[in-house]
C-alpha cells in the first residue's frame, strides 16, 4: 500500500501477521483545538500564524488585515463568519477545532475539542490509512532522539502532505518549539509513525470526555508493547530504512563542501542540522535528511540572489560576484541528487535548476565571471 502525496508517494507497511500500520514522514507542528491557535487581528498573539488556517492577511504582515477569512473545516463558524470567542482566557480568539472533538458538547465550547497544547495527537489526511478511524490510537518515534510519544488521531488534515502530529506530541519527543510557527520536523523525513486500527473503542470506554494524556499513554503503549516497542521499530529501521540521514559518501561529498563553502562566506548563518566534521569540527549532531538538503540549498541560491541584486544596485562591488556561478552550479547539481524531496518540498528539479541557471544570466551580464570563465 502506499499514500499519494503530491507526486511522489509515502509507502505505508505492515508486518505480516499484525494490524498496525506504519509509515515515515516528517513531523509538522499541528496547533488546532487549542482556544488560542489563530487570531483575527494579530497573528503575533495565537499560537500558528492565520495562513495555517487557509486564512490571508494584507502583505503578509502578521497584523494585515484580513483578505481571506480562515476555513471552516478549520475554525468554527456561526452565522455565516468564524466565530470568536466572546469571553473566557482567550477572549477575542478564534475557536479552531479537532476532527476527534465531543459532539454533546456545545460547538462554541472549546472544550468540545482536542487541545493541542496537552493532548498528543497526529493528523492524517482523510483515506491515507485507510483501516484507521479518528480515536484511534498511534505511536510517533524519533529514530535520532530515540524517543516515542504515545498519541490518538485527532484531526484529518489536507490530503496533500502526511506527518503532522500536535504541539504536544513535538514537545514529548523533545523537540524545541512553543507553537506551531516552528516545526523542528518539517523537512525530516525519519519519523516513523505507528497506527493501531480499531482501537478507538478501548480509548471511549476506558473514560468519558475528555481523554487525559495519561490514559492515552497507557492504552497506546499497551498496543506498542503487543506490537514489539522500540525494538522492532529499531529492527524495521535497520533492514529497510525509508529517509533518514544522508551519508558523508563520495556521492555527497560535494553537496556537505558546497555547505561548508557558504557557511564559511557567510551566505548562510547556520544550518538545522550539523555537518560532517571534516567540513566543519564546530559541528556535532545529526546529518540532514533529503528533504533538508534541497530547503538549504534553496536558502543558498537564495542568499546568492540576494547579493547579485545588491551588485546590480551597486551596493556591492562587482568583485563579490566571484564564484558565485560556481556556487550555483553546485546547488543546481543538489536538487538532481534529490529529485523527489525536490518536487516534494520545492517546485521540482526543472524549476529550480532554471532558477540557478538564470542568476548565471545575470551574473554574466553583470560582468562577473561565468561558470566556464572560472
Not at 97 to 112: C, E
Not at 188 to 197: A, K, Q
Request: proline share 6%; net charge negative; hydrophobic share 40%.
Amino acid at each position: 500500500m502506499s499514500y499519494d502525496r503530491n507526486d511522489h508517494r509515502v509507502p505505508l507497511r505492515r508486518i505480516k501477521g499484525t494490524t498496525a500500520l506504519f509509515f515515515q514522514s516528517k513531523l509538522s507542528c499541528d496547533v488546532d483545538g487549542s482556544p488560542n491557535a489563530y487570531h483575527p487581528f494579530d497573528d503575533r498573539l495565537s499560537l500558528d500564524v492565520i495562513e495555517s488556517a487557509e486564512g490571508k492577511r494584507e502583505d503578509d504582515r502578521p497584523d494585515g488585515m484580513l483578505l481571506a477569512q480562515p476555513a471552516p473545516d478549520i475554525v468554527v463558524w456561526v452565522g455565516g463568519k468564524p466565530y470568536v470567542q466572546p469571553d473566557g482566557e482567550f477572549k477575542g480568539y478564534y475557536l479552531s477545532k479537532t476532527s476527534l472533538q465531543n459532539p454533546a458538547m456545545s460547538r462554541t465550547d472549546p472544550r468540545r475539542y482536542l487541545d493541542a497544547r496537552h493532548t498528543q495527537y497526529i493528523v492524517l489526511p482523510e483515506g491515507m490509512v485507510p483501516e484507521a478511524r479518528v480515536g484511534d490510537l498511534a505511536i510517533v518515534y524519533d529514530p535520532v532522539a530515540k524517543r516515542f510519544a504515545a498519541a490518538v488521531y485527532g484531526d484529518i488534515g489536507p490530503s496533500s502532505e502526511s506527518g503532522e502530529a500536535a504541539l504536544a506530541t513535538l514537545q514529548r519527543l523533545g523537540m524545541e518549539t512553543t507553537d506551531g510557527k516552528c516545526s523542528p520536523g518539517q523537512f525530516r523525513d525519519d519519523l516513523f509513525f505507528l497506527v493501531f486500527p480499531d482501537t478507538a473503542s478501548r480509548l471511549k470506554q476506558a473514560e468519558s470526555w475528555p481523554h487525559l494524556q495519561s490514559t492515552i499513554d497507557a492504552l497506546a503503549g499497551e498496543e506498542f508493547a503487543k506490537w514489539g516497542g522500540v525494538p522492532r521499530i529499531e529492527a524495521i529501521l535497520k533492514q529497510d530504512p525509508k529517509g533518514g540521514s544522508i551519508a558523508d559518501a563520495s556521492a555527497n561529498c560535494m553537496i556537505y563542501d558546497e555547505f561548508a563553502s557558504l557557511k564559511a562566506l557567510g551566505l548562510v548563518d547556520a544550518f538545522d542540522f550539523a555537518l560532517p566534521a571534516r567540513c566543519d569540527r564546530s559541528s556535532a549532531g545529526r546529518l540532514p535528511c533529503a528533504p533538508e538538503i534541497v530547503v538549504a540549498a534553496k536558502d543558498g541560491v537564495l542568499a546568492i540572489e540576494r547579493v547579485i541584486g545588491s551588485v546590480e544596485l551597486s551596493r556591492l562591488p562587482m568583485s563579490r560576484l566571484s564564484g558565485m556561478a560556481a556556487h550555483l552550479h553546485h546547488l543546481a547539481e543538489t536538487y538532481r541528487r534529490f529529485p523527489v524531496a525536490t518536487s516534494a518540498v520545492l517546485e521540482g528539479v526543472l524549476r529550480e535548476t532554471a532558477r540557478c541557471g538564470a542568476l548565471e544570466k545575470r551574473i554574466a551580464k553583470c560582468g562577473g565571471r561565468t561558470l566556464a570563465q572560472n
